[in-house]
């Protein structure tokens, strides 16, 4: 489970920098501060040869975070997985990072209509590794959850409450009236199984827009209106 979340963490890290590009190039406008250029690690899945097949050990390779020595600084950590408020960085670029990491979680549960985002970022001052996808209750069923167990319940459900927004946020004008945004209809959510005990497909996309999916907003096009899909 743990490259699973790291291949969406990848992309739902990917979609914020997106994000941020659009909205620059849209506006015609220059973010009046740095941009922190953060990624996740490569990793990849390594199966021994050794043996039958049913036997052979399996290994989770990670790009290796140089914290000791190198140009990552030491290990740090800018948010768990239990609130999305962000530690408190005594280094003024590393609570930079942790800000902006914090903002990363306001756009991806926006963007994922209230129903993930990701947690526990740490690592270096680029390089991230161990990340957890936050998911709506919905994902969950019988303590199985879709991502992984570091899927901390009430660390999702108090988002909207833990969540402070920063300069971030307001520059890029991320919405802030919770109560007004529409999650996507139940209907329409797309749920793989969970709980079957024999793993949970999760390489898919989750939530496949079809009839009754309504008031879908694109929040690169700042002056759309909700769009309704039949
Ligand atoms: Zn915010």
Redesign the pocket.
Known sequence: MEVCCLGWAQVLLFMVYEFIRRFLRENDLTAPFEIPQMCFVSAALACSQLGVEKDRDLYLLEERIYTSSGMEGKFRKYLNNRTAVPFYCVDEVDQTRALFL??SQ?YQYFRAFKMLFVSDYSGGSTLLTDPQIMSAPEFSKAGKHLFADGNVSTGFASFEVD?M??HF?HFFK?P?DYAVWDGIPKSVAVIPPVGSGSGVNVQTPIIIPSTGFTKAMDISDRTATPTTYV
């Open positions: 914090s903002f306001h969540h927004c920063n946020c991320l802030t």
